[in-house]
């Protein structure tokens, strides 16, 4: 949605400067661009072509229909949307930027803290909940068309591994010139460098990998899913360094090395997948291709998921074992984590 409140947060991305409301979007008093909101989200990218693209943009990323719909928080995505509740407390009034939403679906799982959301992405794989309950804008991470200081709450879920060094200077930059004083803004991604325990998760990819081959399960997308990754962030020192040169500090920090979740995830989810195509392949109602079979078959889970059948309590059940990887190894450093940055105070010349 485009509420009157982020008609008053956003910026031209080009002059920088507030926008005059003109239904359904808005115009720049300045350059007179007129930007788009016949579609329930206000189009802010900049003219310019961006040097830098994710496979985000990729329309084979999305073909599973993945996006259109919000389903509960499960597995891996439960995990890490209780560790931004517990690191963001958010609460009635907060105003928080999702940067790179995707689909918007964090947002939908925490409107009922009263916080208010707006969500901004490079392209508009936007869930139908989003659009109808949160500020959705398209634009350039790099160059957030936001006012200074509006918001006091910033989170970034998986997105960091997708920008280069530079660009991940130029966000946290970003990221911290929107957040009032004191504000603070909740990641979670990897450092390069992975501990020890890591041999664990290379241990269940490995038969995860074999049980690809042998076409137990597909791991099609989750390849593709990855393959853009730039992991820009060495080890935790240079999070640390990197983090400070945009005004941050990081204030508190807890691993995530899913070894429990890669055989729940990669293997035991993608297996159940691969098992009810197979059945709606079977029974006539997936389509004739593997692509609409899955398709098919996640839409079906997804719906299932909603009425809280015995999928869902089952799924519950597999993310509680998932907790495990948190409560027993969360202070052992390794590559993924969840971190909380605290915006430092301006110090004048
Ligand atoms: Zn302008």
Redesign the pocket.
């Known amino acids: 949605m485009i509420s009157p409140a982020l008609l008053t947060v956003a910026r ?1 991305p ?2 920088r ?1 507030a926008l005059a409301p003109q239904p359904p979007g808005a115009v ?1 008093p ?2 007179r ?1 007129v930007f788009d909101g016949s579609r329930g989200y206000l189009d802010l990218r900049p003219i310019e072509a961006f040097a830098e693209q994710t496979k985000y943009l990729d329309k084979s990323l999305h073909v599973d229909a993945r996006h259109e719909t919000v389903a509960p928080p499960l597995l891996g995505s439960k995990i890490r949307n209780d560790q931004l509740r517990a690191f963001l407390e958010l609460a009635p009034g907060d105003r928080v930027v999702d940067l790179g939403c995707g689909s918007g679906r964090a947002m939908i799982w925490n409107r009922d803290t009263g916080a208010s959301f707006t969500g901004v992405d490079i392209s508009a794989f936007f869930a139908s909940e989003s659009l109808d309950q949160c500020d959705l804008l398209l634009g350039d991470l790099r160059r957030l068309p936001l006012a200074d200081a509006a918001f006091n709450k910033v989170w970034s879920l998986d997105v960091l591994e997708h920008l280069s060094p530079q660009a991940l200077r130029d966000m946290l930059a970003e990221a911290n010139r929107v957040l009032a004083d004191g504000g603070a803004m909740f990641v979670y991604t990897h450092v390069r460098k992975n501990g020890p325990l890591a041999l664990g998760v290379r241990l269940v990819n490995r038969l995860a990998d074999l049980l690809h081959r042998l076409g137990l399960l597909d791991l099609g997308t989750e390849r593709l899913r990855k393959s853009d990754h730039l992991n820009p962030i060495a080890d935790h020192d240079d999070l640390r360094r990197v983090a400070a040169a945009a005004g941050f500090e990081v204030e508190r920090i807890t691993y995530y090395t899913p070894i429990i979740g890669a055989f729940v995830e990669n293997i035991l989810t993608r297996m159940a997948e691969q098992f009810m195509a197979r059945r709606s392949r079977t029974a006539g109602t997936g389509g004739a291709d593997a692509g609409a079979a899955v398709r098919a078959a996640r839409k079906d889970a997804k719906t299932r998921l909603r009425k809280r059948g015995l999928i869902y309590w089952a799924t519950r059940a597999a993310t509680g074992l998932m907790y495990l990887d948190v409560w027993l190894w969360g202070r052992f450093s390794s590559g993924p984590f969840f971190a909380r940055l605290r915006k430092l105070p301006r110090t004048t010349p």
Do not use: H
């Open positions: 031209c080009e002059c400067i720049c300045t350059c661009r």
